[in-house]
């Protein structure tokens, strides 16, 4: 059975957000903070990519949105995704009226708002444990 995850949005960092013609926005992380569900044990989970079908935005520019995140929630159909709104399940596929809102560190914000949103851990999937203290 494949391992599962709770991403944590603080602390976790975006590598771009892209849409594509068939109106998906896509969030790709350069690195997803998140908890091992098994065990507990904090880390960094890469690649990951967060898919919101039939999506439209508002705030900033999708482009500019890149670095550390200072905090974000995901709900479907008004209920939070995961453990709380400030953490998601991984893997994730939810259908249902999406939104999606986040702040990075640099005060850039983004809303999105889509019918589905997907995320999956790929073969290539790799878990970095934390060195924090």
């Known amino acids: ?56 935005w508002r705030g900033d520019d999708p482009a500019l949105c890149l670095g550390g995140i200072a905090h974000g929630s995901l709900l479907v159909d008004g209920i939070p995704v995961g453990a709380a709104a400030h953490a998601l399940a991984l893997p994730l596929e939810a259908r249902g009226a999406t939104v999606c809102e986040f702040w990075l560190i640099s005060g850039t914000a983004l809303r999105i708002e889509a019918q589905a949103v997907t995320a999956r851990l790929g073969d290539d999937v790799s878990f970095h444990e934390s060195l924090a203290c």
């Open 1 to 56: 059975m494949p391992e599962t995850y709770c991403l944590h949005w603080p602390d976790s960092e975006l590598a771009g957000v892209t849409q594509d013609p068939s109106m998906a926005l896509r969030l790709r992380f350069a690195a997803a903070f998140c908890r091992r569900t098994a065990d507990g044990v904090a880390g960094y989970l890469r690649p990951v990519e967060l898919v919101f079908h039939a999506a439209t």
